[in-house]
C-alpha cells in the first residue's frame, strides 16, 4: 500500500507521538515547510480523518516550534536594541 505524504513525512521526521525531538531540531524554514505541506493536505481533504488527526496534531506542535523560534529571536533583537542604545549614551 502507498503511503500518503503525511506518512512520508512521518517516517522522515517522527510521527506526532514522537515530534517532540525531532521537531526540537528542525530550524524556522524546515518547520514552516512542513506545517504549509500540512495545511495544504489537510485543506485537500485528500486524507482519511485519523490521518487528518495525526497531521492536525503535528501542525500544532510544529506551530508551537516556530512560535518560539520567533519569540526567541524577539528577545535577542531587544535586548541587542537596548544594548546598543545603552552604549550611546549623551556625553
Known sequence: MAKT???KTSDKVGD???AGPAISNLGYEDAM???ESIVDQLESG???LEESLKAFERGR???NHCRGILDNATKRIQTLTA???SKQEPE
Do not use: T
Open 83 to 85: 544594548d546598543a542604545l
Open 16 to 18: 506526532a507521538s514522537s
Open 5 to 7: 505524504s503525511i506518512e
Open 46 to 48: 485528500a486524507i482519511s
Open 61 to 63: 506542535a510544529l506551530s
Open 33 to 35: 515547510k512542513q506545517l
